[in-house]
């Protein structure tokens, strides 16, 4: 293995000022925080919680200066007394990773061992980014409405924000299942790339923002929600008797103006998902099955660009004006 270097370059957000002030620097290893074991970078990405990190406004980062990226991709340098191997291949996201503890907008990560997931076999360390946190949800959303009892055949499952990184991986995920899945998408000229990706049916949001009437026609066998807001009030009741709507984002607003009926009189679920605390063994265990039976056969189609750090803050602004099209990867070796 190549020696270790001292330090590492980085995309570091400075919030001391009125704004938050984003530069590619280099900052010595010894800097990085606290944890086991020293990952060597290949690949991040970017989500929306990223652009939210990047801005006080977001309100999402909780150490400043903070080195931005809520996932990674790499290969262990130094695995401290964590029982993983020098060399081998791994990935981290969530916990205070790239909110309150330096992320993977670098070269190099310092990491506590029990983030780390040992990369599967059949992923490659690119790939488990083009999944990343988004895909991550996507999969933890798709089996919360299996659990619940979604079955192919049960009926059209609707996709929210289809078109960003939860919603495209949700897309493909749910077709390769045997779902017909009806994607929900603001942009107009999607059509044909959400069709690629498994949907059999693309709707406009517009078709779905409608909340003036509590009970709606009873349409969605399931439904994966990563927009809330109107749109999740709008699923909520839309979906037909004992659906289940798997619900993990803001995007569209943090309100949801529903009313009591959808539950009590169709019983219906609203699941709630968390990738970011979700624990650390089920964590393993579902991108085990991301790498098996989970995994997106348009893999690859989901990853739209690659940047390096440089071209990382034009994309973060990108996202957080919900304009990104499927994934963003960050090139960091
Ligand atoms: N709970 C968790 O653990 C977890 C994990 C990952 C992400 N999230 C959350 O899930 C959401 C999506 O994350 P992401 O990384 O997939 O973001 P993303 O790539 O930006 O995708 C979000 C998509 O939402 C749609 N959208 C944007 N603005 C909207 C608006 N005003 N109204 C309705 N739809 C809008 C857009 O899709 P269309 O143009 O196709 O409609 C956009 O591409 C975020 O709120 C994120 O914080 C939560």
New binding site residues.
């Given amino acids: 293995m190549a020696d270790v270097p001292t330090s590492t370059t980085a995309l570091v957000a400075d919030s001391s000022g009125e704004e938050t002030r984003l530069a590619v620097q280099p900052m010595p290893l010894s800097d990085l925080g606290p944890g086991d074991v020293l990952v060597a970078v290949t690949w991040s990405s970017v989500?929306?919680?990223d652009g939210l990190a990047s801005t006080k406004k977001g309100r999402v980062a909780r150490i400043s200066p903070l080195v931005l990226g809520v996932d990674l991709a790499g290969t262990v340098v130094e695995p401290g007394g964590s029982g993983l191997a020098a060399g081998q291949s791994v990935v981290v996201h969530g916990y205070d990773l790239g909110v309150a503890h330096h992320g993977g907008y670098s070269q190099y990560a310092r990491v506590p061992a029990e983030w780390v997931v040992p990369l599967p076999s059949g992923l490659t360390e690119r790939q488990a980014m083009t999944l990343g946190?988004?895909g991550f949800?996507a999969a933890l959303s798709v089996l919360a409405l299996e659990q619940h009892g979604l079955e192919p055949g049960a009926g059209p499952v609707l996709v929210t924000?289809?078109?960003?990184?939860?919603?495209s991986a949700a897309v493909s995920i749910l077709a390769a299942r045997g779902h017909p899945v009806t994607a929900?998408?603001?942009?107009a000229d999607?059509r044909d790339w959400l069709l690629s990706l498994g949907a059999t049916d693309v709707v406009d949001?517009a078709a779905v923002s409608d909340t003036s009437r509590p009970l709606q026609k009873e349409t969605w066998a399931g439904a994966v929600d990563?927009?809330g807001?109107d749109?999740l009030a709008n699923v909520v009741s839309s979906l037909r008797y004992g659906a289940a709507v798997a619900a993990?984002?803001?995007?569209?607003g943090t309100r949801v103006p529903t009313t009591v009926f959808p539950f009590i009189l169709r019983g219906v679920a609203l699941l709630g998902?968390?990738?970011?605390q979700h624990p650390i063994n089920s964590r393993r265990k579902v991108w085990q099955r991301l790498a098996a039976d989970l995994m997106p056969p348009g893999l690859d189609r989901l990853a739209a660009e690659e940047v390096t750090l440089d071209a990382v803050p034009e994309a973060l602004s990108r996202?957080l004006a919900?304009a990104?099209r499927g994934r963003t990867l960050v090139r960091l070796a």
């Fill in positions: 989500n929306y919680k946190t988004a949800t924000g289809a078109t960003g990184g939860v919603g929900v998408t603001g942009k999607a949001r990563c927009v807001g749109v993990s984002g803001n995007t569209a998902i968390d990738s970011v996202v919900g990104a």
